[in-house]
């Protein structure tokens, strides 16, 4: 390669001869650590048989799932070799940490211990070993582990029980042994897989108890069990018929020896007596006293320092008192050599203690070697682990490494703790960047699970401003890996902490997203009622956003816990948009209006007019049912209503202050004239009735009135108005000079009589114009309007325009209102 002009196949891309691969790179050299320099892209989505249902794992809009078709049901699960469960034994154990090898411990006066146990499990019993922390009880477990390799058909499984369910235990116990890729069975189905299982199954810092050891023991009645426990589990119960053994610390002689092995010399007479006198303060715990075995390696290199130092200056035999005695470094005080942890760390390297501080921030958990550079800013930050594990302050834990039994309270209460929240912060930041990194694979997301819950739970109070919004951040990035790697636990708790942290932030997308997957999760572990509240939380946050794809895969998730249940399923559920069932319309609740009409009713004549006189309580039912009609038009047929009737009320209040006789006032002129019109001829007012007799123009003419013809008007739409205000469409036009011989005489009310107001009946509706001669002269404006008499009297008041009908006056005679 040239360095100064670069090819392609520097970038990655390949020199594009044929073949050769075009992705040709190097790979990185740490398993953990993503290939920072070329980023390929890959499928985010992993598909996994769940039980009976295939699950699609979607980082963007939410996992979806569905029964699993025949055709794509997972074949069985096949039972691994002997050589395949010891390469991944081999792949599960914590790394070495990087360099000069720390000095093998022997295992001292354990003899009995060992024998015993192991006596125990080749006849098929379950032995639970209890010791207090720091008391080797992991060190006694690796012994027995390989005397026992060859006592079962499946070999020796190891487990870590460290914040472990019983449930965990079994699905772990079933991966070590069979080898089902990306299929996960149900619980019935794990139940029969593992019951078949014969194995010596060893766990470590088991939390179990009661009735849950209970459950694993009955789940696996082929098992040899080896757990380790401390005296804080509660006790198994009679039951369980588990043999206990407890683990005692060591003697004084043995301490002192053990103590040797990590100086890698003998003690001197002072150490010796400070090492004795230890021993009775810890009880003979192995932990404390390869720590203070760590103290004395520590001494052992500043004397070395300060030797160097001194012999680099000039002959001390001229120095006017002689040679100096060599400042030795004085051995700690025996409360720090039953407390080492923070003396320890003071004297380690500053990304040592970095990397406590880390640890400490985490609640114990240390971070994988590779994200040391990361997040400590060194890069050569990895060796820091080896510093940590030759001084006694780390125990593995798994496939991972955890704080020793006591460090963490030793070193918060030395100060660690000041900047936790800091710590756990770029933590978090830099586990969110790592877990949604594309090379990330779900195994290696999986295998530090337990660091990224720590960094997201110490966030989650955010008592801090953006300490909740880096937690949503994490969760995101995280759960989709823990999903993929079918750890349910691992992806159940990321949920939950993603969900109260997005509350607290406010995010509701995101919350909404935790929502759906907390119902999905249910929904693969069998428990309806949880997912579908989750769901349901998750629709209705999801349908306020209008995020129409969650929405959708939420209610064909909703619809999956519907048919489980036997419910009948909602068309909503089955992804429909919730727009179309609302913007329909619908037919009227209370059926059609009880007034029916002369002619039938089709749809292509749905709005056709027809006269008819119409009963009071036939008139309000129709309304009620155009009230009834489609949403669309409750506004307008409302408005229309309230207009009507105030336009009604006032015209009628006006119109009835001109009359004579408040029993014969019925009908009133539509337009006013003006002082021309009496110049040509036309009469200024007209009345409409006889003051006298209270009978109509039409009365006296014997013409028909529109009432006679059985037909009202039900119109409810305003006609279009005439270009002449006072010419009536298909009615002949009166001479503006003169009124027609035909026109009735005129009759002028007294001035001095005060007109009286007549009580109406409100407005009412008309489909058709009223009926009139074609030699009646009519100034009405719109066609709908009734017949209109102009009034001859020369009174001052003007005539008012009217549109209600009087109580004597029949439906058809009433103006229209639009």
Known sequence: MDPTNRGPEDYGHGTGR?????????????????DLGHQTPQARTVQLISGDFLLTVNPVDGSEIEPCRPGERPAAPVRRTAAQRVERERAAAPPVPPGPPAPQMPLL??????????????????????????????????????????????????????????????????????????????REGLLALVRGIGAVVVVDDLELGGAALQELLDATPECAFLLAVTPEVSAPGAEANL?????????????????????????????????????????????RFV?????????????????EFDGNEDDPADAPFGPAEPAGTPLPSLGEGAAPAALLASRLSESARETLRFAVALGGEVPHQAHLPALVGDTHADAALGELALSGLLSPA??????????????????????????????AQHYAWWAGHPSVTPERA????????????????????????????????????????????????????????????????????FHHELGVLALCTGHLDRARAELEASIGMRGALADKPGAVAGRRALALVADLSGEPVHSAMAGEEPGLRHDAAVSPPGGTPAAKPLFPRTEASATLVTRQSPSPASASEGRLGVL???????????????????????????????????????VTTEQ??????????????????????????????????????????????????????GTKPGTNTPSSEGPSSDDPPTHSPSPTKKPTKTPTTGPTESDSPSETPSDTPTTSPDPTETTTEPDTSNSASGPVETVGASATESPAEAPTVA
């Open 243 to 287: 043999e206990e053994v407890f683990l005692t610390g060591l003697g004084r002689g043995a301490s002192i020896e053990l103590m040797e092995h990590v100086v890698e010399r003998t003690l001197t007479d002072e150490e010796a007596n400070w090492a004795g006198d230890l021993w009775f303060e810890s009880e003979g715990l192995p932990l």
């Open 672 to 725: 006013s004239a003006d002082e021309d019109d009496n110049d040509n001829g036309l009469p200024a007012d007209e009345p409409a009735d006889d003051p006298a007799t209270g009978a109509s123009e039409d009365d006296r003419s014997g013409t028909p009135s529109a009432s006679s013809s059985g037909s009202p008007s039900t119109s409810d739409s305003p006609s279009p108005e005439t270009s002449d205000p």
């Open 628 to 666: 009834r009609g489609a949403r669309r038009n409750l506004v307008a047929v409302g408005a229309g209503a309230l207009l009507a009737a105030v336009l009604g009320t006032v015209v009628t209040l006006g119109a009835t202050s001109g009359s004579e006789d408040p029993d014969g006032q019925n």
């Open 446 to 513: 999986v295998a530090e699970a337990d660091a990224l819950l720590a960094s997201m739970t110490r966030l989650i109070p955010g008592e801090t401003a953006g300490q909740a919004s880096v937690a949503v951040l994490l969760a995101r990035s995280a759960a989709p890996g823990f999903a993929a790697g079918m750890q349910w636990g691992a992806w159940e708790k990321t949920l939950r902490a993603g969900q109260e942290a997005a509350r607290i932030a406010g995010e509701v997308a995101e919350e909404a997203y």
């Open 18 to 34: 044929p073949g050769e691969d075009a992705g040709r790179r190097r790979q990185s050299r740490d398993p953990l650590m993503p």
């Open 291 to 307: 720590q203070a075995g760590a103290l004395l390696r520590q001494r052992d290199d500043l004397r070395a320092g300060q030797e």
């Open 109 to 186: 006066e354990r003899g009995e211990e060992r024998e015993r146990l192991v006596r125990l499990l080749a006849r098929g019993r379950s032995v639970c070993l209890t010791g207090p922390g720091g008391s080797g009880r992991t060190a006694l477990l690796d012994a027995v582990a390989a005397d026992c390799a060859t006592l079962a058909p499946d070999g020796v499984v190891r487990l870590s029980g460290y914040k472990r369910t019983a449930t965990e235990l079994l699905y772990g116990l079933f991966e070590a042994v069979c080898s089902a890729p990306l299929h996960r069975p149900d």
């Open 398 to 427: 798994g496939s991972r490494y955890r704080l020793a039994a006591g460090a963490l309270a030793q070193l918060e209460a030395s100060g660690y703790d000041e900047s936790a929240e800091a710590h756990a912060r770029s933590a």
